[in-house]
């Protein structure tokens, strides 16, 4: 069992939740994950990236979007409510050593794993750019914590409601045009990693992205996260979740996650009409 130390509501449906795990924040290495099941007779097992942890007090920092049922449950966690099970460290860590310059670029949800890695770059002497892209003002995250690493910031949003209207991509060719990286480290929608690595080809500029496919085991055994890299298959899991993103399939990997998406929305929504009608029973008894 893991305690929910802390939860905070970091937007409409994105969450930040401190867990107890003194296991795993002892073990952890920027870029792994784990796997959370918040119920073994029910729960899906869903992975989640470690945005943080504290080795001294026992505990990680998980950041995820409510947009699933098993998420959208998982957010009516509260302080000292426990998750069944939580299993990591998985995955290959991020390979961190001093390279010059390194351009981390995070789409969306995709800052909260960033944020490790830009952090242990900075750390081995790297100069950090960091460029946060989100739809709008409402869902950037994490802001504070990125500008306190980040030798540069730049913040872009779709619709120019916060920072500069731009994809990441657009601020990512301008620096790669003047003074092109050492290396790029980009996470977040497939279609946004896709584009980034593109921006980059042309200018031979090493591209790593962190993939996060359909994973149920998280141990290399069911292949539901396999994806083709340079023509070889890989498993997510086991093999990652980092590859080099000139390499990656990102078209068949964004066909194989389609392949649940209806039932991931007729659950979802259902779960979302259950929690209304519970809150709505609970104001009534009171």
């Known amino acids: 069992m893991n305690k929910?130390?802390?939860k905070l509501q970091l937007s409409d449906q994105v969450y930040k939740m401190k867990l107890e795990a003194p296991l795993i924040a002892q073990e952890r290495k920027p870029g792994q994950f784990v796997i959370v099941q918040k119920d073994t007779n029910f729960g899906e097992r869903v992975p989640l990236t470690i945005a943080d942890a504290d080795p001294d007090e026992g505990s990680i920092?998980?950041?995820f979007q409510a947009v699933g049922k098993t998420t959208i449950e998982l957010s009516q966690f509260e302080p000292g409510d426990s998750i069944e099970n939580v299993l990591g460290p998985l995955g290959q860590p991020t390979h961190i050593e001093k390279l010059g310059t390194v351009v981390c670029v995070g789409g969306g949800i995709g800052v909260a794993p960033m944020?490790?890695?830009?952090?242990?770059?900075?750390?081995?002497?790297?100069?950090v750019i960091i460029i946060i892209g989100a739809r709008n003002k409402d869902l950037v995250i994490m802001e504070d914590e990125m500008k306190a690493i980040a030798d540069e910031l730049i913040v872009v949003t779709d619709d120019g409601s916060y920072g500069r209207k731009a994809l990441v991509t657009e601020p990512l060719k301008e620096i790669?045009?003047?003074?092109?990286?050492?290396?790029?480290?980009?996470?977040?929608p497939p279609i946004m990693m896709k584009?980034?690595?593109?921006?980059?080809?042309?200018?031979?500029?090493?591209?790593?992205?962190?993939?996060?496919?359909?994973?149920?085991?998280?141990?290399?055994?069911?292949?539901?996260c396999r994806v083709t890299v340079g023509g070889k298959t890989k498993f997510v899991c086991v093999d990652g979740p980092e590859f080099d993103g000139h390499k990656v399939?990102?078209?068949?990997?964004?066909?194989?996650?389609?392949?649940?998406?209806?039932?991931?929305?007729?659950?979802?929504?259902?779960c979302l009409l259950d929690a209304q009608i519970e809150q709505k029973q609970g104001k009534e008894s009171k």
Request: proline share 5%; net charge negative; with cysteine.
């Open 176 to 188: 790669c045009e003047q003074n092109p990286p050492d290396q790029v480290v980009a996470i977040g």
């Open 195 to 224: 584009f980034a690595a593109e921006t980059t080809r042309p200018f031979g500029v090493h591209t790593v992205v962190s993939l996060n496919t359909i994973m149920v085991d998280g141990t290399g055994m069911c292949g539901g």
């Open 115 to 127: 944020h490790p890695i830009a952090k242990a770059m900075k750390a081995v002497g790297n100069k």
């Open 4 to 6: 929910v130390l802390e």
């Open 61 to 63: 920092t998980i950041i």
């Open 249 to 270: 399939d990102f078209e068949n990997m964004m066909l194989r996650l389609g392949a649940y998406k209806q039932q991931e929305e007729e659950h979802a929504h259902k």
